[in-house]
Nanobody, 121 residues
């Protein structure tokens, strides 16, 4: 029922910028947090940025100062503004969210299918 759909991936030159977006849809009562992971070829999946319902944010050391995470649309959409992109940022970026579908249900984890970001000259 709940779906997370990413958009905004593509090819960008080193030093360029890209903005990713993830929209949560379906039966959602409350979102605890939303964020982004990424996985480069041959590497482990890693957390990139997270934002809680209270607005607290967390970033991987490798992207601090370059990436900014934010929410809108009643906090059902999460965006990742990526600036000063490097070739090492090349990866599939996955949207994730912890949300409850009912007022008494626990928070469950959901994942999008990913969007590819390629940073190359």
């Amino acid at each position: 029922q709940v779906q997370l759909v990413e958009s905004g991936g593509g090819l960008v030159q080193p030093g360029g910028s890209l903005r990713l977006s993830c929209a949560a849809s379906g039966s959602i009562f409350r979102i605890n947090f939303m964020g982004w992971y990424r996985q480069a070829p041959g590497k482990e999946r890693e957390s990139v940025a997270m934002i809680t319902s209270g607005g607290s944010t967390n970033y991987a050391d490798s992207v601090k100062g370059r990436f900014t995470i934010s929410t809108d649309n009643g906090e059902k959409t999460v965006a990742l503004q990526m600036n000063s992109l490097k070739p090492d940022d090349t990866a599939i970026y996955y949207c994730t969210a912890a949300l409850a579908v009912r007022d008494v249900s626990p928070f469950s984890r959901y994942w999008g299918k990913g969007t590819l970001v390629t940073v190359s000259s």
